[in-house]
């Protein structure tokens, strides 16, 4: 019986040494009437709470970290790591942050690509011109949008986040304006969808 507990135990420590490493995500999900976007990402790595604004924003918790223990470093790219994102933060405390530079290509240079080991892509040139730099995936939560494929009407709109799908009237439908949103239906466990009256995609 005790073996069988020491295993237990050992399996629920490698679980959440396992989680902790990773990092810990949650992405929050603005919707109106009329739109709805990825406004930012809260992030919980290496006990260190990070926010990540969609607009580049990285804010740290003033608390500092998980456990409210300490100050905590942070340091910048300078002219050493090469001219495409001097000035950036390059880590909080032993979190490391990564950008898009010219070696990755030239479609979405300055755009943030990591946080510890939670990467954020984008769409590029090869993806079509519809969603050209549009994020594409945040950890393995794929990110989508209306395309051409999809008809004209709402090209460009978010379409679907993980297992959630965000429908929108079309022209053929008549009893609401056209670029409306429909419904906002599936389960996506670290999305957090707010409802808000209005909202401004551009400032969120």
């Known amino acids: 019986m005790i073996r069988k507990l020491l295993i237990l135990l050992a399996v ?25 976007v990825v406004s930012s990402v809260d992030i ?10 969609m607009r580049g924003k990285i804010i740290v918790d003033p608390n500092n970290n998980a456990n409210g223990q300490g100050d905590i470093a942070i340091t910048y790219y300078d002219q050493f790591d090469g001219p495409d994102n001097k000035g950036k933060l390059k880590s909080i405390g032993d979190v490391a942050i990564t950008y898009y530079d010219r ?3 030239f479609d979405n240079i300055g755009k943030l690509k990591s946080i510890g080991k939670l990467a954020f892509t984008y769409y590029d040139r090869f993806d079509g011109p519809d969603n050209h ?10 990110i989508t949008y209306y395309d051409k494929y999809d008809g004209f009407d709402n090209i460009g709109k978010l379409k679907t986040v ?5 429908t929108y009237y079309d022209r053929f439908d008549t009893s609401e304006a056209m670029g409306t949103i429909k419904q906002i239906s599936g389960n996506t466990p670290n ?8 909202f401004n995609a551009d400032n969120d």
Do not use: H, P
Not at 44 to 51: K, L, Q, S
Not at 133 to 142: A, E, V, Y
């Open 162 to 166: 993980g297992n959630t799908t965000i």
């Open 44 to 53: 919980v790595v290496n006990n260190t709470n990070i926010c990540v604004s």
């Open 191 to 198: 999305l957090n969808i707010r409802r808000l009256q209005e």
């Open 103 to 105: 070696y990755d290509g």
């Open 12 to 36: 629920i420590v490698s679980a959440a040494y396992a989680c902790g490493a990773q990092g810990r995500y949650k992405i929050n999900l603005n919707a109106s009437n009329t739109k709805a």
């Open 133 to 142: 730099g549009k994020l594409k995936s945040i950890g393995n939560t794929q």
